[in-house]
């Protein structure tokens, strides 16, 4: 299978506790220091450098943001572009992972 596939933030969960994705946070520097997902990649969608995607270790890589729109553009692009064969967008960003009562961290980001 290859595209671009969107999925709820329970599948992308699961797909963490197993060890099965690898998730990138498109948001800024701002949005990320309020909250973010532990162990997700920050790759801020204003300086996205597609030669920091990680694409050779063997998971899932799931894009996020606030609510899945600057996501869904980054991750159709990285597919378009030949970057990756797949990609997963986690529908309605953080805000939506939140409303699921998810695990969050908040607070300053460590560095």
């Known amino acids: ?7 709820p933030p329970e599948t992308v969960n699961k797909w963490l506790g197993d060890g ?10 701002e949005e990320l220091a309020q909250t973010r997902l532990a162990g997700a990649i920050h790759l801020p969608m204003s300086a996205f450098d597609p030669d920091k ?9 799931v894009f996020i943001c ?3 729109q600057r996501s ?3 991750g159709m692009h990285v597919v378009a572009e ?8 986690m529908a309605g ?10 695990p969050l ?5 460590a560095t």
């Open 20 to 29: 099965d994705a690898v998730v990138i946070d498109v948001r800024e520097a």
């Open 72 to 74: 869904e553009q980054i």
């Open 93 to 102: 960003g953080l805000e939506a992972w939140a409303e699921a009562g998810l």
């Open 1 to 7: 299978m290859s595209g671009f596939t969107e999925v």
């Open 66 to 68: 606030a609510l899945g």
């Open 105 to 109: 961290e908040t607070g300053p980001a």
């Open 82 to 89: 030949g970057i990756l064969g797949e990609a997963y967008n």
């Open 53 to 61: 995607v990680p694409t050779d270790t063997g998971k899932k890589v």
